[in-house]
Every structure is written in C-alpha cells, then in structure tokens.
C-alpha cells in the first residue's frame, strides 16, 4: 500500500474531529469526549501506518524535516488523547488536529530534504524517543499557555466565548500547565543526557546548533520551574517563559533542519 493513502485517510479524519467539536463548541455544547476519543484513535492508527512506511523507505529511519514535523504532531495527539482519560485537555486537540492533518499530507507530498537515513542503534532510538516525547509535552504545554492567556484575557474583559466556556477553572489550567512543563523537561533532561551518551561528538558542525539550543531551552524551562517552586511565578510571566523556551527548542530542532536540508543541503 502507498503511505499516502493512509495519510489521507489520518488527514480526513482530524479535520472531522476539528469539524465536529468546532461546531459543538460554537453551539455552546460540551462535545462528547467518547466520540472525539474513538476517531482521534482511528485517525491516529492510520497516521501511525503511513509514518512507518514513510520512515522505513530507506535503510535506517529517514527522519527528515517533514517527516519528522508529522512524528512530533502524531505523539503530541497521542499524548493529548491519552491525557483526556484523565484530565479535562480536549480543548487542545482543536488546534492539534488540523495540525496532524496538515503533518501528515506535507510529509507525503512535499520533496525531502537531503538528509542521511538515522542508525537503528537501540541507544539512537532511545534518545530520538525521548526527544519526540519531549517535544510533544512541551508543544502541549505551550498550546495549554496560549489558551491559558485566552482565557485569563476573556475573564477579564467579561466576555467569554463559547470554547472559554468549556474550559476547567483559571487555576486548574495552569496546574494543567505545569504538569506538562515538568514532564516535559525531565524527558528532556533525560534526551540532552542519552545525546551526551550515544553521540560521539555533540558538538560536531552538524549538531553544535542544535545541542546549544537544545541547552538554552533546557535552562530557561528550568529557570521557569524554580521560580514557580520558590517566586510562585504565574501568569503572564510563567507564560511568557513558555513560549521563550519553546521558541528556543523548535529553532534547535525545526530551525536547524530546515537550514541543513533545504537551504545548506548537508
């Protein structure tokens, strides 16, 4: 089978999900949690298909820059949907699917870039694991601030719309954020560790950019979590933390690559 067509298939189904709890949230009705579960799941498992077939084209995992960008949107969803188990994150996947759909047809249509296939070794994958999820949980985080910022600048004008509605309490939402933060930047910790590890040389020409970014995020992340531990940050400062750190950890990964695959060709 040709992974476009399940990627159609993933890309169809995320954009019916967004369809249908965009329509329940316009209609100031809660969308029902099970249905949006059953179809993120299903769009989810042919996502899944079209990205093994992609990435294993070629002799090692072919991770280039789209292929990549739809590996870090398939395990944000996935995480997202295996979180509405338990706490109430549902509004995210409104801006997260559209965004799996759009991953996951740019990574069949769009030419790749030129990149070397990744070495299946068991310490490589653990440490390309460990960075995917990373990512993922703090573009939830990320996402989560935003809506947070929404939300705090809604209540304050009076005028909540029909997603603010839906929303949990301000302070459960930003108990919501640091969660994410926190197991986001231990599973980055744990990814600049294995890097540190498995790679020979961190600071090589290809990964310097990378490595040095990833760091900077790292200690901005963390510099966010003292000072709510100790300064009880929150807020717009907590928030403004969040999407300096973010920032900083897409330009070492996202930034990086698009450079070398697209424009330096190495």
């Not at 899944?48 to 084209?57: D, E, I, R, T, Y």
């Not at 986001?184 to 590890?197: D, N, P």
Request: glycine share 8%; charged share 10%.
């Amino acid at each position: 089978m040709h992974p476009l067509l399940p990627s159609l298939a993933a890309a169809l189904l995320y954009l019916g999900v967004t369809a249908y709890q965009g329509l329940r949230v316009r209609q100031r009705v809660k969308p029902n949690k099970l249905l949006i579960g059953v179809f993120g799941a299903l769009a989810l498992f042919f996502h899944g298909g079209s990205l093994f077939m992609q990435l294993h084209a070629t002799q090692g995992l072919a991770l280039d820059f789209f292929n990549a960008s739809s590996l870090i949107a398939f395990a944000v969803i996935l995480i997202t949907l295996l979180a509405c188990l338990r706490i109430p994150v549902e509004n995210l996947l409104l801006l997260l699917m559209p965004l799996g759909a759009l991953t996951a047809m740019l990574a069949q249509l769009m030419p790749a870039g030129t990149v070397q296939p990744i070495d299946e070794e068991p310490g490589i994958l653990a440490h390309i694991l460990l960075s995917i999820v990373a990512y993922g949980l703090l573009t939830i985080a990320v996402l989560q601030a935003l809506l947070l910022l929404l939300q705090d600048h809604q209540l304050k004008h009076k005028h909540p719309s029909g997603l603010i509605k839906n929303f949990p309490p301000l302070q459960t939402m930003e108990s919501l954020l640091f969660g994410f933060l926190w197991a986001g930047w231990i599973l980055l910790s744990l990814s600049l560790f294995s890097g540190w590890l498995f790679f020979e040389d961190l600071f090589a020409q290809h990964l310097v950019h990378k490595t040095l970014l990833s760091c900077l995020a790292w200690v901005v992340f963390g510099v966010l979590l003292w000072g709510r531990h100790q300064l009880g940050w929150r807020g717009h400062k907590a928030i403004r933390w969040t999407l300096a750190g973010f920032c900083l950890l897409m330009l070492a990964y996202f930034g990086s690559k698009l450079v070398r695959e697209f424009i330096l060709h190495i």
